[in-house]
């Protein structure tokens, strides 16, 4: 605990702490909530659950690892979103209406993507700072990031989406949304993390103020994409249970 001396450190500490807090509570919660949805809907349900679980054990590692003071790993952070991110998008495609004989297809497509983008990051994100190959994996992991948004806005995903109305059409509509902005602050933290990059030079940051900010950015971004969503996605699944006739017991 002796590392934690500056506002900066206690700014990380402080974020990590609450998202275990917010992981570990969400895992517990949607557990006992499948029961409120039919068993079409239960794999989504659990999956916001396995999202919750993983990522509370990830935090609590990097926890630790932080207010030990040991040399940091960024390993922690992409071995959870390389198991979490597939199943993001894999729940949403559960309660998004695609038909059946589309969705296995599809969430195959997307969880390729999805491993991609956070397989090409990590290079990027453990390269020397303003080195070439920080930009070069950068721009990579976004081309597939561009892939994913495209289809929830304009391919399958989307088309199946454009056909909701009402509630639920709605709802789904937001799913979308929170998607792109949570995931929009993953490419600026990982450009303000770099304190050689141009965005971390048109604020003039410091190596540890952008090292804070990819922190607490990676954090708060992880907590709406992952606990945040998952209410979101709950709220789905409820809704089309009872719009097809299913009530809780």
Known sequence: MEKLVTSNDQLVYNAFSFAVAAMAI?????????????????????????????????????????ADGAPWNEGYRYADWLLTVPLLLAELVVVSGVARDKAKGLTTKLAVAALLMIATGYPGETAAAGSDASMIWFVISLVFFIYILWNLFA???????????????????????????????????YLLGDNESFLAKAFDLSAGDSATLIQVGYTVADVLAKPGYGLLILGVAIARSESEGYRAA
Do not use: D
């Open 26 to 66: 969400s895992f517990v919660y949607y557990l006992v909530s499948r029961s409120r949805v039919s068993p079409a809907y239960r794999s989504a349900v659990t999956m916001s659950a396995m999202i919750c679980g993983i990522a509370a054990y990830h935090y609590w590692r990097m926890f630790n690892n932080f």
């Open 155 to 189: 391919g399958e995903v989307g088309q199946a989406l454009k056909g909701q109305s009402g509630a639920i059409g709605s709802k789904l509509n937001n799913l979308r949304y929170i998607l792109l902005v949570t995931w929009a602050v993953y490419p600026i933290a």
